[in-house]
């Protein structure tokens, strides 16, 4: 099952979940630009990088918290390397944005732009995979939990 289809069907969908992915459609249609001039493309790169990070904060807060995905499947799982791979990466995904938007400001010349959505363009799917990734996750936690398997 695919994040993009466990949030369709609304199955396992928490509204940092839901917010993520909404937040890395709207980067990946800034990054396409359009017919806008360049500073136009970038401030609209830079709302969706800001949203992004915005909801990657409030994904890491919620999935940390006591009654938390990550909190949960610790106890139904043990800390097993996925899940310490999937905190490792919510923090590479926080610090990976937090330096696009800085280096937005940089963007003077068509490479500097061009680097900037190339990198742009490996979040938005970086995002993506990490939500499949942990929706992987709780769906392995729930069948541990409900005794699937045994």
């Known amino acids: ?5 466990t949030i369709k069907s609304g199955e396992y969908e928490s509204p940092e979940h839901a917010t993520i992915a909404e937040a890395t459609k709207t980067l990946a249609l800034a ?4 017919q806008m001039s360049h500073d136009a493309w ?3 790169v830079r709302i969706g990088l800001e949203e992004v990070l915005r909801s990657l904060e409030a994904h890491g807060q919620a999935a940390e918290a006591p009654a938390g995905i990550l909190a949960e499947m610790d106890v139904s799982m043990g ?9 490792r990466d919510h923090a590479e995904l926080l610090a990976e944005t937090a330096c696009l938007i800085a ?4 963007c003077a ?8 959505l190339q990198r742009a363009g490996w979040l938005a799917q970086a995002l993506t995979r990490h ?3 942990l929706a992987e996750l709780r769906m392995a936690s ?9």
């Open 1 to 5: 099952m695919t994040y993009e289809s």
């Open 31 to 34: 990054t396409q630009g359009g």
């Open 42 to 44: 970038l401030t609209q």
């Open 79 to 87: 800390r097993c390397e996925h899940i310490t791979a999937a905190r």
């Open 103 to 106: 280096d937005i400001d940089d």
């Open 109 to 116: 010349s068509p490479q500097a732009t061009g680097a900037l």
């Open 131 to 133: 939500a499949d990734e």
């Open 142 to 150: 729930f069948n541990l939990d409900i005794g699937v398997g045994d």
